[in-house]
């Protein structure tokens, strides 16, 4: 509801615009002078007019201006734009962003913001101490300190507040998280500094992570631009930090047959991860899109998997169902031969772990569950992987290796990039032919060197 003040002639009207993220109310105001010529009457129905039309613009975002700092906006765009037009999962990752930039920009009016105050931005995310992923270790035997105490383990973890495993890992002389150690560091009227420090105290942003940041701030401007809040976006004036290019981890044809060789000597109660890395490993699909399959998705009588959706994990709602990265991850293809046994055994493996569940199973119907039928969180899978991986002699792959070492194989095996990128999920075969430049670097010298002995072999015939 607008509010209406009189200075001499002129009306101020105030409408409130809620709150911004720091709390504060958000007030817009506008000045109205009544034209001279206007009765009592008159001026009073327009007042009444103009205040309704400038609340409506408010309420609709209409009345913005270069005005608004950064940080207004940002939240303004987030929640009446973004959330309606991007994936949920990737507006998660834009919160995150953009959070990280508010104390730098976010009180910077949009019509303010220049090249160089970016600038400043990277350089400082390039610095140490920024990433907040480096786990914290005790400075010294944490058993020890515990002694001191008269303290179990378990009386620590209550005490703190923290999980009885974080406790655990400090007396092996393992790493925790920030928030961890500052739990512990309080109960313990210690500072953090005194009792912990980096694992990695060195640790920096890469230049492709500093990109994001940069991509981040780059969309909101571009709609301020959009909107013809602000005339350019001040992001297109300057580089970001250059682009680093990853080598790709992937395994040969004779690793992948161990990784096999190595599943499949894990125990009955692990076949659920055993299935999922077998399945990356052989479609090469994204890790959301496997944990988004439902049994429907699969046609298990004629070896066709269908990707239809991809299972992402969002903080305070949990595991959803999401839409595919693009409109060509949306795809079927045909299932390797060796594949589709398994999926049966797991199928009827799976039914079993429902009767043993009871009435703790969550009907779903999808593929990858837990015990309990409930979704399995990506990062989980990940973590599992990870853990798993270390305790063979393969190399230190990561999760999404499978995906790369799929598409590899296929390279070397002579299939055709098209084919490759369809099977992939890719926009187009270009985006496949850069990822995976170096197997098919591979693969053309291995045809060059056939074609050079089969060169060789007509000469000698010849003779």
Known sequence: MATIKKRNRTYKITVSCGYDINGRQIRKHLSWTPPDGMTERQEKKELQRQAVLFEEQCRTGQQLNGSIKFADFAEQWLNDYASMNVRENTVNSYRFYLSRVMPAIGHIRLDKLQPHHLQKLYKNLSEEGIRRDVKMRSRNDFQL????????????????????????????????????????????????????????????????????????????????????????????????????????????????????????????????????????????????????????????????????????????????????KNSSSRRSFKAPAELIPLLKEYKQWQQVRCEIAGDQWHPSERVFTNWNGTPIRPDTLSNQFRKWIATTDLPPIHLHSLRHTNASLLIASGTNIQTVARRLGHSTSATTANIYSHAIQSADAAAAEAVSVFKLNNEKQDR
């Open 145 to 324: 300190i515990l002694d001191e105490k008269g303290m179990s383990q378990r009386a620590m973890a209550k005490r703190a507040g923290v999980s009885f495993s974080a406790i655990s890992q400090l007396v092996h002389g393992k790493n925790i998280s920030p928030e961890s150690a500052e739990k512990i560091a309080l109960a313990l009227h210690r500072s953090t500094q005194e009792l912990f420090e980096p694992s990695k105290p060195h640790a920096v942003l890469s230049n492709n992570t500093i990109r994001h940041y940069h991509t981040a701030i780059s969309t909101v401007l571009s709609t301020a631009v959009e909107w013809q809040i602000i005339p350019f976006n001040p992001c297109t004036r300057i580089r970001p930090p250059k682009k680093t290019r990853q080598e790709q981890l992937y395994l040969d044809d004779t690793q992948a047959a161990e990784l096999i060789a190595q599943l499949n000597q894990l125990p009955e109660d692990r076949m659920n991860f055993r299935t999922a890395i077998i399945m990356l490993l052989f479609t090469g699909m994204r890790r959301s899109e496997v944990l988004g399959l439902y049994w429907s998705d699969i046609d298990l009588d004629n070896g066709v998997i269908s990707v239809n959706r991809s299972l992402h994990y969002i903080p305070q709602k949990g595991c959803i169902d999401s839409d595919t």
